[in-house]
């Protein structure tokens, strides 16, 4: 029975994260770190304890304090240019706190890292975006966790909170065309509860030493295998 810590509860994927989390048998307590409330806290399931704070400089000491330790530490943890007033923001909030939580929970002594990232993350990439992703990447895989996990959906489908147009249209595209074929899909968007049961399944068979030939102490698991990996 794995215990987990668990940022980004709140937004599509991490919601979907959490309630694969609470429902998986594999899973003895989970602890989660976020602004608000997370919505599957309503049914104050016992495995669940929440931390809410503002103060996102005071999570990395919650999370090192942790008491039992995570086995796991999930990362679905991110923001928008929009929300963060510009790219540098977003940059210095999305990368820094990731790298900040990641380095508290291997200090800790979590042994597996799983970190929602994005179809095209590349650390030389010219783009801000998929550069930004490439480099949280790379530094979580250099902190050093026994085995670390890296998640590529490509588009993300699903319901979002917040408003996204242009995002909700291709993600309509997305849902008809899996309507009429799964194939004319699955490669390039994944459903976010989809991409949540991956997370937590291939969490807990990595802390079980249950990975690819090849993918020991990084296993990533991009487009069409995320949805393999959640129906094993």
């Known amino acids: 029975m794995a215990n987990v810590a668990l940022l980004g509860c709140t937004g599509m994927v991490g919601s979907h994260i ?20 997370p919505p ?28 039992p330790t995570p086995d796991i530490y ?4 991110g923001t928008t240019r929009a929300a963060a007033g510009g790219f540098d923001n977003q940059y210095k909030i999305e990368h820094g706190l990731n790298i900040e939580m990641a380095r508290a929970a291997h200090e800790a002594g979590t042994k597996v ?15 801000g975006y ?8 790379e530094d979580i895989k250099a902190l050093g966790f026994e085995r670390t996990i890296i998640l590529r959906p490509g588009l993300i489908a699903g319901t979002r909170e917040e408003s ?21 899909k699955d490669g390039w968007a994944q459903e976010s509860d989809v991409i949540g049961q991956a ?9 079980e ?21 959640a129906k094993e």
């Open 18 to 37: 959490l309630t694969s989390l609470i429902s998986s048998a594999g899973v003895n307590r989970v602890d989660t770190i976020s602004r608000r409330t």
């Open 40 to 67: 599957a806290a309503a049914d104050a399931p016992a495995k669940l304890t929440t931390l809410i704070s503002d103060d996102t400089t005071k999570w990395a000491a919650q999370l090192s304090a942790l008491t």
């Open 74 to 77: 999930i990362t679905a943890f």
């Open 113 to 127: 890292c799983v970190l929602i990232s994005s179809g095209g993350a590349n650390k030389a990439s010219a783009l």
């Open 130 to 137: 998929p550069r930004m992703k490439g480099e949280i990447e």
């Open 164 to 184: 996204r147009p242009t995002e909700a249209i291709v993600r309509f595209v997305a849902g008809w065309a899996g309507k009429l074929h799964s194939s004319l």
């Open 199 to 207: 997370a937590v399944k291939a969490g807990l068979k990595a802390l």
């Open 209 to 229: 030493g249950d990975v690819p030939s090849g993918s020991e102490k990084v296993w990533l698991i991009e487009g069409r295998t995320i949805i393999d990996v």
